[in-house]
């Protein structure tokens, strides 16, 4: 093994033998000699039916670094000590994989196996995703134009999804159809299909640059195309080309290091010229190149791109589009980039997200100069919807076919404000006030309780309001009206194009908002950005989000966590997080710190997203740049402890789905309830609502969330608390009313509570059942509930000094068996490098007595009696003792609905001689009672696998099996559980 020295010795642990006395400079650094060996056992395991995915992570994470960590070095932009750092990071991952493979070899360790999800078959049934009849919980990370080849590579790193975009910037008019042209420094340079020469056809490509008067390097105009190719695989490559003047180009096969074709001069005809080409292992797409930086006039003809044989000959048809240039359908610049990362993502089980991008201003649509937000044009225009229809449509037809298109996003980190465009909304506005309170100016005085001079004089003299201002003359009521409007207009947009999506397509739609309940800074930003959670989540078919949380700010968390909470609960749709922020962009954070509670914050943020109802995300972002102003300086690929450990937490979560599924779909029992409308009036209530939830989370409670919109959902609910909800709608009132009127509910509260209606008018409401509920602080707040609220939670924690712990996010469900599953992270600030070591060891307590016997399903450690929960480490702990359960289906469904059963079974033999055996089946009633065995005798030899159908008597409702394959025919010894569902 040769290791690089950077201003420190690293020891190495690994391989000691065969590297001692050998020390190189810096740039030397190579794992070729542990991957050879990783390889090898690899290789090894998986012929004897071995699971390596775990281990592949690690293996395919060391061969990107191997690369990547010379460049580090040699660029001098990442520090010694980062150098160090992820050198010793990547040497644990040699390590690790060497010690694994060789352990599941002499069989003293047990492999991890893992169902990878079928992405291309994906359907919803209310907040859940599924897949063959398994809750889905995907991720993967965003990827932009030119990482096409490496979707290959995401698959084999444990990932399973990507976003792509395809907005309308980035998808511009080619000016030769299929062809993208890049020019530098505007250079004098131009492409075009024209009639004036032609090898064959009517056209042929003209290339013409003019020499600028005043000599530059590097001015250049480049045209390229993205070709789908194979690894491994030799082409053939050519053009022909017509000189008629002195011309200077030069043709480039794959990019600027490949073989090259140099044109010098005239030509009397046509010249054919050619190259062959071999992709190597990791190559699926390839970007030749035309490039000239010289006076050039040239024509191009009959460009090809043919697979080869052993023999040499041409294998297929030409994989180069528009190839005689006689295509004259408007054809996109970067489509190519993604139809062929789809290509890939069916090929390798990723599921693909596409951006449209809606919020980007299409080509040719005025912006405004009055809006900081990131939609800049007026979208109600009819230009600007126009070529909104146009770039959704242009998009849309070309990828609605591909099995591998996940979902659809319209708009990223969405925002809208009418006001900024006030010739156009102004009169728009009054006429909804018209709508809403009639004709006569009178209604709406009184609905804001406005009285004589103080009153509107009519409809026309209002104006939309700058923001919600008290004791300005009905201003908090007319931005209340206003802020409803301004969200119609913005979700009726949105409806609008997913409308248009869904005439192509019917995979799901979503927008990515970013999570609308920040405290600190303008709180108007938020209610005035035309984001409503609700109304978002009436024209998606996934509640979409873009947002996060970073190491060493825990406020990050709890925001995040209670938008996914609130998009499950309130809304009722999966939650997919397509632009999930876990690392600080750049220098935005001050610090990107490489410290190891960067790995464990990676899954910290991953596993109890999910936990939360996420089931999708994908993190932002797949990019390395050494420009610390940069968003990818010091991202997810500058890291190969977090890029690692990102993988075989997906890998987990796949793994452990079923029990996920339990934890993301345990019935909450308490709600918070947010109100928009009180918001305006009173900034102590998100505030006081934060606090709540992060209290809430430390009891061990599922929390759902009740909005105004959402008041149908009240009656699942035993408790709610509602804090500084100071201002309510009729509507809110009597719902609430009717709700606590039943004495087995609890209605806690905080300040005065709906005493006020929408318009700050005093309509005190009555309620008799209810209990104010005191505390200041996180841990007072706590006090307060846990005392109202302890007959709703059966299982309780303390440290095992008998104090509370310190700032946990967890939940239990006990299971119709009577045992208990735990999901359970700590949520820290990391500000310390040790932050992920810090430790609380815990006991768990089930109606009073102490759980014991609790293993962590994620690592498979035992624990007697307490639990060390470490910063940032989720864990998932059940008593439940181990049995070889392969499938369970839902109370209500059967599984024997055509009078038969039907498994897959793997059989392990560790000899060539033939073994007789049996399949054991025990079907299960609704307590998970074994109700009848059924058997069926095989035969095997080594590792086989094999489909088995059992017959079952008719009308025999099953809840659930359990599956064994036996030794012999007497069914008493069990010896292999590795059943396959």
């Known amino acids: 093994m040769k290791r690089g020295i950077i201003s420190i010795f690293l020891t190495v642990s690994f391989c000691v033998s065969a590297i001692t006395g050998i020390v190189h400079a810096a740039p030397d650094i190579d794992y070729s000699e542990e991957l050879t060996q990783i390889e090898s056992l690899l290789k090894q395991c998986e012929a004897k039916g071995i699971s390596t995915e775990y281990e592949r992570v690690n293996y395919t994470t060391v061969k990107m670094f191997n690369n990547y960590l010379k460049s580090d070095v040699q660029e001098g932009s990442i520090s010694d000590a980062v150098n160090n750092y992820n050198i010793a990071r990547t040497d644990e991952l040699c390590a690790e994989a060497v010690n694994n493979l060789t352990a599941y070899l002499s069989g003293t360790k047990k492999p991890l196996k893992v169902k990878k999800t079928d992405m291309t078959n994906i359907t919803k049934s209310g907040n859940t995703i599924y897949s063959g009849g398994k809750a889905v919980f995907a ?34 008019k080619s000016d030769v159809t299929g062809w993208k042209t890049s020019k530098h420094r505007n250079v004098a340079a131009s492409a075009s299909a024209v009639r004036e020469y032609r090898h064959s056809g009517s056209k042929s490509m003209k290339i013409v640059h003019t020499y600028p008067e005043i000599e530059e390097t590097n001015v250049d105009m480049r045209l390229t195309q993205d070709i789908p190719v194979k690894p491994n695989t030799k082409y053939d490559i050519g053009f022909y080309v017509k000189m008629p003047e002195k011309s200077s180009f030069k043709f480039l096969t794959n990019g600027w290091e490949s073989n090259k074709i140099f044109m010098n001069g005239t030509t009397i005809g046509w010249e054919k010229k050619s190259s062959t080409y071999t992709t190597d292992a990791e190559t699926y797409i390839i970007t030749p190149y035309f490039v000239t930086n010289e006076p050039t006039k040239a024509y191009i003809d009959d460009f090809y791109v043919y697979e080869l044989d052993s023999a040499g000959n041409r294998v297929g048809d030409n994989l180069a589009f528009n190839s005689g240039f006689e295509d004259e359908d408007v054809y996109y610049e970067s489509i190519s980039y993604i139809v062929n990362a789809l290509k890939l993502c069916e090929q390798f089980n990723v599921g693909a997200d596409v951006l449209i991008s809606a919020q980007t201003t299409p080509e040719g649509v005025e912006v405004s100069d009055r809006t900081d937000h990131w939609i800049k044009y007026n979208i109600n225009t009819d230009k600007a919807k126009a070529a909104v229809e146009n770039h959704i449509r242009t998009v849309m037809e070309k990828i609605k076919d591909f099995s591998s298109l996940r979902s659809v996003c319209l708009t990223n980190e969405p925002h809208f404000d009418t006001r900024d465009f006030p010739d156009f909304y102004t009169s728009r506005f009054q006429g909804y006030l018209k709508t809403k309170h009639g004709e006569n100016i009178a209604a709406l005085n009184d609905a804001y309780g406005l009285t ?275 201002n309510a709608d009729k509507s809110t009132v009597d719902a609430v009313k009717e709700w606590a009127s039943n004495k087995n509910k609890k209605l806690l509260y905080k300040g005065s509570l709906m005493q006020h209606n929408q318009y700050g008018v005093l309509k005190p409401m009555s309620i008799s059942n209810k209990t104010e509920y005191s505390g200041i602080t996180v841990d007072s707040i706590t006090s307060s509930l846990a005392s109202q609220l302890s007959s709703l939670r059966r299982v309780t924690v303390k440290t095992a000094d008998g104090n509370n712990p310190a700032r946990i996010d967890w939940k239990y469900k006990i299971r119709d068996d009577g045992s208990v599953l735990i999901n359970i992270t700590s949520i820290i600030d990391g500000t310390s490098e040790n932050a992920s070591g810090y430790v609380q060891n815990l006991e768990f307590y089930l109606d009073g007595e102490k759980i014991t016997e609790l293993t962590d399903l994620i690592t498979g450690k035992k624990y007697e009696n307490t639990i060390p929960l470490k910063g940032f480490t989720p864990m998932l702990l059940t008593n439940r003792k181990e049995i070889p359960i392969i499938y369970t289906v839902g109370i209500s469904e059967v599984v024997n609905n055509d009078s038969s059963f039907t498994c897959r079974v793997t059989t392990k033999n560790d000899t060539d001689k033939e073994e007789i055996g049996a399949v054991k089946l025990e079907l299960l009633d609704s307590k998970g009672n074994v109700m009848r065995y059924h058997y069926q005798v095989i035969s095997f030899k080594a590792c086989m696998e094999d489909t088995y159908k059992i017959s079952l008597p008719v009308d025999e409702k099953v809840y659930g099996y359990r599956a064994y394959v036996t030794d012999n025919t007497s069914y008493d010894n069990i010896v292999s559980n590795i059943i396959e569902e």
């Open 452 to 726: 004589g001079n103080t009153g509107y004089g009519s409809y026309d003299e209002i104006r939309m309001p700058s923001k919600p201002k008290s004791g300005l003359k009905g201003n908090e009521a007319l931005y209340v009206d206003w802020m409803e409007y301004n969200d119609k207009v913005f979700a009726d947009w949105h409806i609008w194009m997913a409308e248009i999506v869904r005439e192509y397509t019917a995979a799901p739609i979503h927008s990515k908002m970013q999570p609308p309940f920040l405290i600190s800074g303008d709180t108007e930003y938020n209610l005035g950005s035309g984001v409503d959670v609700d109304l978002f989540g009436q024209f998606s078919d996934w509640a979409g989000n873009d947002g996060g949380s970073y190491y060493d700010n825990s406020g990050y968390y709890y925001n995040q966590s209670f938008l996914y909470d609130y998009q499950q609960t309130a809304v009722g749709k999966p939650v997919f997080n397509s632009e999930h922020h876990i690392i600080y962009d750049g220098n935005s954070g001050g610090d990107i710190q490489f410290i190891d509670t960067q790995r464990t914050h990676m899954r910290h943020a991953i596993w109890s997203g999910a936990a939360h109802g996420m089931q999708a995300s994908v993190i932002w972002l797949w990019s390395r740049n050494y420009d610390n102003n940069t968003m990818a300086y010091g991202s997810i690929m500058h890291r190969p402890d977090v890029l690692a450990e990102a993988g075989k937490t997906t890998l987990d979560m796949q793994r452990l789905s079923g029990e996920l599924e339990e934890i993301k779909n345990i019935k909450p029992r308490v709600a918070i309830m947010y109100s928009k409308t009180s918001r305006v009036y009173n900034s102590s209530h998100m505030y006081e609502v934060l606090k709540v939830y992060e209290a809430l989370l430390g009891m061990g409670f599922k929390v759902g969330i009740v909005s105004e919109k959402s008041l149908d959902t009240l009656a699942d609910y035993d408790a709610l608390i509602c804090s500084y909800v100071t």
């Open 139 to 172: 991720n993967g990370l965003t990827m932009f134009e030119g990482t096409g080849n490496e979707i290959p590579r995401l698959a084999e790193l444990g990932y399973n999804y990507i976003q792509i975009e395809a907005g309308p910037e980035k998808i511009e």
